[in-house]
């Protein structure tokens, strides 16, 4: 529309002109007349000035209201008025349909869990100016997370155990209900760009937090390893009345180290706490974890080690669960390949002779996804060997399939089985959802969901 205006008033301006020029070659006899017309002409000069004048006003007003809709996409999106500066909610949404056998049979259930378990946050990152010397600003950080089952609507995950002081500080599963009602998370903190991040509550595990990248089923999926190893040593998943740090990342390089006080009892001696004991020091302990990426390479190292929250009896103390694993992945661009490693114990306090479970224990996973265009597939296959007197050993197999819907919105198909040898007992899982204890020692179950998982 800009250039239309520009190009017709400069032949109008043009063709003045032309007519002014040739007024100029008048004969001189007419000397009179030729004085009228250079005032006229004079004043022609003044007009198209003006118009020039007025041309280029109205290109730049055209300019800037075609320029607007540009300027307005780029210009930052407004702030929300519901929750402070700094806070951010977030939220994933999974329902699902599946239909497994633990050994009594065909069952058909809805679920909430099926590709990542359902939950809610809000996340804090909040710059608090420039309070140190050296290392820019510091950011007041901070999360609250928790569960959710839209089969049920039931809120918040892991069950906090009556007890003396509370008898529960860390959960190793996804799954429990209870007064924990942000279960998954609930911290706060200071981070800075040069000296890293430290924060105090219940957090996610240096060692959970490696072990992500060793599964090609991410959070969640029937035959998922990271529900099926961590057992090993009792590797941590979560850790309440932890302090936390992270190291900025140097070189592709980044350490995360957590502690936890564990009950935080105040108590002498052992006290008895139900059918169980707990002491001053139960659940205290600490893991570590390094985080490597370079290009197409991932690769995380961890280890652990945590005193049990209770000894039962017959055992003589706090029995202390430690264990190291390795966990990474390559992207090869047509396809990327998972691995884990993990092995552990679980010793002291004569638990290796009574209680017995897992007490020395190694496992593996090795795990496959292809995408191809909106399409993903998977497929995964762990080994579970139990080195303890009841010699529970197991293998899982899955795959799966994904179709991205819309962004952050996905589509998906699941199969597994887990087959239980001699007389183990263990439970397929998948991201939120327990298919239930076997009806007996050796059954291998079984499962196949269908759903949809959306994140916001």
Excluded: C
Aim: hydrophobic letters at 40%.
């Amino acid at each position: 529309m800009s250039k239309n205006r520009t190009k017709a008033a400069h032949i109008s301006i043009a063709t003045l002109v032309g007519a002014l020029g040739m007024i100029s070659v008048v004969p001189v006899h007419a000397e009179t007349e030729v004085e009228a017309l250079k005032r006229e002409l004079a004043e022609q000069r003044e007009l198209i000035n003006k118009l020039l004048a007025a041309q280029a006003s109205q290109k730049e007003a055209i300019d800037k209201i075609e320029a607007h809709p540009a300027q307005a996409a780029a210009a930052p999106a407004a702030k929300s008025s519901i929750l402070p500066e700094g806070f951010t909610p977030y939220a994933t949404l999974d329902v699902n349909i599946s239909n497994a056998n633990s050994g009594y049979g065909r069952k058909t259930t809805v679920g909430s869990g099926g590709k990542s378990q359902s939950s809610f946050g809000v996340k804090l990152d909040k710059p608090v100016g420039e309070a140190l010397p050296v290392g820019g600003a510091l950011h007041m950080v901070g999360e609250i997370e928790m569960g959710l089952d839209l089969s049920t609507g039931v809120a918040g995950n892991g069950a906090n155990a009556p007890g003396v002081n509370a008898t529960v500080p860390s959960s190793g599963a996804i799954l429990g209900n209870g007064s924990q009602l942000f279960a998954r998370q609930a911290y706060a903190g200071v981070a800075s760009d040069t000296y890293g991040q430290i924060s105090l509550g219940r957090q996610y595990a240096a060692t959970y937090i490696a072990e992500v990248a060793g599964t090609a089923f991410g959070l969640g999926f029937y035959g998922n390893d990271l529900l099926f190893l961590p057992p090993i040593g009792g590797s941590p998943s979560r850790m309440s009345n932890a302090i936390a740090y992270h190291s900025p990342t140097f070189a592709g390089l980044t350490i995360w180290a957590d502690w936890t006080a564990g009950n935080e009892n105040n108590v002498n001696g052992a006290i008895l706490s139900g059918a169980s004991t707990v002491k001053d020091n139960s659940g205290q302990g600490w893991d570590l974890a390094a985080f490597y990426h370079n290009g197409p390479l991932t690769a995380n190292l961890a280890t652990w080690n945590i005193k049990n929250t209770s000894f039962a009896t017959g055992e003589t103390g706090l029995a202390t669960k430690k264990g190291w694993m390795l966990a990474g992945n390559y992207d090869f661009g047509f396809a990327k390949l998972f691995g884990t490693y993990m092995t552990g114990t679980i010793k002291g306090g004569n638990y290796q002779n009574v209680t017995q479970t897992l007490s020395k224990a190694d496992g593996w996973s090795i795990s496959t996804s292809i995408p191809v265009g909106r399409h993903t597939f998977s497929a995964s296959f762990s080994g579970l060997n139990d080195k303890s007197l009841q010699n529970h050993d197991a293998t899982l197999f899955g795959v799966g399939y994904t179709y991205r819907l819309y962004d952050k919105t996905w589509f998906y198909l699941n199969w597994a089985r887990l087959k239980n040898k001699g007389n183990s007992t263990y439970s397929l899982m998948n991201g939120g959802d327990l298919v239930g204890n076997i009806a007996a020692p050796g059954i291998s179950p079984s499962a196949f969901m269908i759903g949809i998982n959306t994140r916001f």
